[in-house]
């Protein structure tokens, strides 16, 4: 996921060292169902950096591994300004949900696009941390978006599916628009 551009801009610069490619839609990858992890290993540690490096260099604050074409249950979030609320989930399943927000969205597969959408306000998240220890996270707000939108890219699932038509149509023309100006 992405913040809004005051935001993006104001996190600190990290240099690449390892950075993954991010699939951009509509790349058919994207739609891949992500498998649970079931081996916790010096690769799976090395991945989880990995993904935060690339986040923070976007810049972005959540990042699901189906992005960088592992499918795999694995997330990483971080919605702090200064890298202090660093987050990984592995195999994260909801308990319990519940309220509703509307949070202007974006997506590091949609550069520079940003829409509303309804999430649930609440939620509770059990998930696994990369040495495989079980916790819960008990979130509302931003962070629950971020939570929310980052378990539905390993489902295959991306924000704009939640618009109308009409609405989804007009954002992907502002994303080819916005791909022909950078182009
Ligand atoms: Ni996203």
Not at 44 to 65: C, H
Not at 67 to 85: A, C, I, Y
Not at 109 to 122: C, E, T
Not at 159 to 167: A, I
């Amino acid at each position: 996921m992405t913040a809004s551009l005051a935001f993006a801009a104001a996190q600190p610069h990290f240099p690449p060292m390892a950075l993954l490619t991010i699939l951009e839609f509509p790349d058919p990858r994207l739609r891949t169902k992500a498998q649970p992890v079931t081996v916790f290993d010096a690769a799976l540690k090395q991945f989880v950096a990995d993904m935060f490096e690339t986040m923070y260099a976007a810049p972005g604050v959540g990042l699901a591994a189906t992005q960088v074409n592992v499918h795999q249950q694995v997330l990483v979030m971080d919605m702090s300004e200064d890298k202090s609320g660093a987050m990984a989930l592995v195999n994260p399943r909801i308990l319990e949900k519940d309220g509703e927000q509307v949070f202007q969205e974006g997506c590091l597969s949609f550069p520079g696009i940003y829409a509303d959408v309804d999430r649930a306000l609440h939620v509770k998240v059990a998930a696994q941390d990369v040495d495989g220890k079980e916790f819960v996270l008990d979130v509302e707000g931003p962070l629950a978006v971020c939570v929310q939108h980052e378990m539905d890219h390993l489902q295959g699932k991306v924000f704009v599916d939640y618009l109308s038509p009409l609405k989804r149509s007009m954002l992907l023309k502002k994303l080819d628009k916005k791909r022909k100006q950078s182009a």
